[in-house]
Structures are given as C-alpha cells and as structure tokens.
T-cell receptor, first 116, second 111 residues
Framework: KQEVTQIPAALSVPEGENLVLNCSFT??????LQWFRQDPGKGLTSLLL?????REQTSGRLNASLDKSSGRSTLYIAASQPGDSATYLC???????????????FGKGTSLLVTP | ETGVTQSPTHLIKTRGQQVTLRCSSQ?????VSWYQQALGQGPQFIFQ???????GRGNFPPRFSGLQFPNYSSELNVNALELDDSALYLC??????????FGSGTRLTVV
C-alpha cells in the first residue's frame, strides 16, 4: 500500500528558530512531491513542487529536499515567524510517469506553532 | 489570473439528502480533482476529470459522482448523504496534471 507519513504531528518553536519537517513515503517510484500549507478551516496553499528528477526546490525561507531512494522529503523553514503557524502537508504522486497515477496521496500533516 | 473558486463555502444538509458542490478551475487549467478532508486528517482523493472525462477515482462509493464542463468548471454530487460525509471538500485544478492549485473548500455538515 502506498502511504505518506509526516513526523512530527505537532511542533512548537520560538520565533527565529530554523526547523525541519519530515515526510516519508513507501514507494520510491514517484512522479512528484508537493508541500502545502493549510490554515485552520481553509484550503491548501502550494509551497513547493519537486519533480522526481529534482533533489530540491527553494522559495524564500523555504527549502524542500527529495531523496527517492530512501523515501524521504524534508521541508526546511529558516528564521521562523509567528505567521508561519499553520498545518504543513506533504503530498506524493506515486507512479513514474504523468499518466500512471493522478491522485495526490497526503500525509496527515504537521501542525506548527511559532510563538513570539 | 484567477485562482480556484468553490461554492458554497458552508453547507448544512440532512442525512439522506443530495448535495452539489461547485468549482471553477484556474484559468488555463484542463484538469480538476476533488478531495475529501475529515477533521484532523489529510485530504483523500475522490476522483479526477480531464477534458470532461473521469480518468481516476479513489476509494469512494458510486454515490459520489462528478461532472466537468467544457469551460473546465466542475461539480461534485453526493447522493444519500451520511453523517460520515461531513468534511471539508476541496477542489484542485492543474494543467495537464503538473502541479495542483487548490480552492478554499466547501465545509459540508450532515445532521
């Protein structure tokens, strides 16, 4: 069964800290991996998309890495701010090609709280 | 460019009723997919439409059905509502299934 797991489930850090969120997946044959942010009761905001041929993507204070062989991705947040408080979701498209699997398989998310 | 818009934002229905949720895709996107997110869980894939045809389906019963229109907008229909159908329903669009853009969701409560 293809599964996505996120650790930790919840994280609380003081403002200014650098932090790492983890995502693991059970099948190394993936098409791409996408990190999302979700504020309470809201929809999903895409943060970073990593294709299977890529090792990392960066946007501002965010950096996401991908290691297919070990089935892991990390989201690194530098210099965290209270506005970063949200749930962060990892989603994997399994299958090696664009047509072999369309569903995004989500983890349960990491709930992040950044305190002032 | 406009993003993905969903309507309504909130909805309360009675068990056994039917409901229709609507989604307008982001401009230039030809693929739309629907997800169900229960409280405290990650979204679960319901189905996907590409150029008006369903081309992928998750583990949901047939009472969950959908449509995609020529302008790439979409509907999700749920018949014979059950209490467990209470959730946030998310619509996502993409161009040729590349990266997905999500809407803000419809919160459905079944009583």
């Amino acid at each position: 069964k293809q599964e996505v797991t996120q650790i930790p489930a919840a994280l609380s850090v003081p403002e200014g800290e650098n932090l790492v969120l983890n995502c693991s997946f059970t099948d190394s044959a993936i098409y791409n991996l996408q990190w999302f942010r979700q504020d309470p009761g809201k929809g999903l905001t895409s943060l970073l998309l990593i294709q299977s041929s890529q090792r990392e993507q960066t946007s501002g204070r965010l950096n996401a890495s991908l290691d297919k062989s070990s089935g892991r991705s990390t989201l690194y947040i530098a210099a965290s701010q209270p506005g970063d408080s949200a749930t962060y979701l990892c989603a994997v498209r399994f299958g090696g090609t664009a047509n072999s699997g369309y569903a995004l398989n989500f983890g349960k998310g990491t709930s992040l709280l950044v305190t002032p | 460019e406009t993003g993905v818009t969903q309507s309504p934002t909130h909805l309360i229905k009675t068990r056994g009723q039917q409901v229709t949720l609507r989604c307008s895709s982001q401009s230039g996107h030809n693929t739309v997919s629907w997800y169900q997110q229960a409280l405290g869980q990650g979204p679960q894939f319901i189905f996907q439409y590409y150029r008006e045809e369903e081309n992928g389906r998750g583990n949901f019963p047939p009472r969950f059905s959908g449509l995609q229109f020529p302008n790439y907008s979409s509907e999700l229909n749920v018949n014979a509502l059950e209490l467990d159908d209470s959730a946030l329903y998310l619509c996502a669009s993409s161009r040729d299934t590349y990266g997905y853009t999500f809407g803000s969701g419809t919160r459905l409560t079944v009583v």
